[in-house]
């Protein structure tokens, strides 16, 4: 009889088994949540701003109320004394401020009043300070000695009005200069030379100068002679400055 076949192979052994995974790594702590910020507090409104002029009649304004004035600081001008007065069926309270020494003749500035810093006058007013007349003189020699050769004699002279101010009133002003001979013989006594000055300028400065003449040296003996310079508004003679006398 022929041979039995053999038999058949033996299956492949499956595989083995995977490894299970690796543990998952814990997971972190949950935080709170931050907390929020608080809120901002809220601040109320800002009131309304007063009107900048005042809306009421004076009949309307508070019975009895009365007004004070002050200056501020730094501010020129004093109030007058005995110049407040306070009128109540006008409502009304009024003072003067005056001696506006600090301010420069010409100078031009603005009067508010205010109240809390808020002006209730429908309209500022505005002033300029006045110029006042010449009140004084004061003078210099510029030559204290004069020869026959050399007979110009100049004078230097400064004028201020009431208040030691050197801006004034120009206007119609004439500043004269007079030299008399201090002769001892009756025929020299009336021996006068007179020269106007130049305007005033700035500071209130001005220029004399006079050529004295031969009269002043009809004698061969020294003598002197008196300087005065002398401030007119027309007529009217309003300072003088007496300078002595210069050595001829």
């Known amino acids: 009889?022929?041979?039995?076949?053999?038999?058949?192979?033996?299956?492949?052994?499956?595989?083995?088994?995977?490894?299970?995974?690796?543990?998952?790594?814990?997971s972190?702590?949950?935080?709170?949540?931050?907390?929020?910020?608080?809120?901002?507090?809220?601040?109320?409104?800002?009131?309304?701003?007063?009107?900048?002029?005042?809306?009421?009649t004076?009949?309307?304004?508070?019975?009895?109320?009365?007004?004070?004035?002050?200056?501020?600081?730094?501010?020129?001008?004093?109030?007058?004394?005995?110049?407040?007065?306070?009128?109540?069926?006008?409502?009304?309270?009024?003072?003067?401020?005056?001696?506006?020494?600090?301010?420069?003749?010409?100078?031009?500035?603005?009067?508010?009043?205010?109240v809390q810093g808020y002006s209730y006058l429908a309209e500022s007013?505005?002033?300029?300070?006045?110029?006042?007349?010449?009140?004084?003189?004061?003078?210099v020699l510029r030559t204290?000695?004069?020869?026959?050769?050399?007979?110009?004699l100049r004078v230097a002279y400064q004028a201020r009005d009431d208040a030691g101010r050197t801006s004034f009133i120009a206007s119609g002003l004439l500043v004269r200069m007079s030299v008399e001979l201090n002769g001892e013989q009756q025929e020299q006594s009336f021996v006068c030379a007179t020269a106007t000055c130049t305007a005033p300028g700035a500071g209130g400065i001005g220029l004399c100068?006079?050529?004295?003449g031969s009269s002043f040296f009809s004698t061969a003996l020294e003598s002197s002679a008196t300087v005065t310079v002398s401030a007119k508004d027309g007529q009217t003679t309003v300072a003088t400055a007496s300078l002595g006398r210069v050595a001829l």
């Open 209 to 212: 100068t006079v050529d004295l």
């Open 125 to 139: 007013k505005s002033f300029t300070m006045a110029q006042s007349p010449v009140a004084s003189l004061s003078a």
């Open 1 to 26: 009889p022929p041979p039995s076949p053999p038999p058949p192979p033996s299956p492949p052994s499956p595989p083995p088994p995977m490894p299970p995974p690796p543990p998952a790594p814990p």
């Open 144 to 152: 204290t000695t004069i020869y026959a050769d050399r007979s110009k």
């Open 28 to 56: 972190p702590p949950k935080l709170p949540p931050p907390t929020p910020p608080p809120s901002p507090i809220a601040h109320p409104p800002s009131p309304p701003s007063p009107p900048r002029t005042c809306p009421l």
């Open 58 to 114: 004076r009949s309307e304004l508070v019975e009895g109320a009365y007004a004070t004035f002050e200056l501020e600081h730094g501010r020129p001008g004093f109030a007058l004394d005995g110049s407040y007065s306070h009128s109540v069926a006008l409502r009304s309270s009024s003072e003067s401020v005056g001696f506006f020494c600090a301010l420069p003749p010409l100078t031009s500035g603005t009067l508010t009043a205010s």
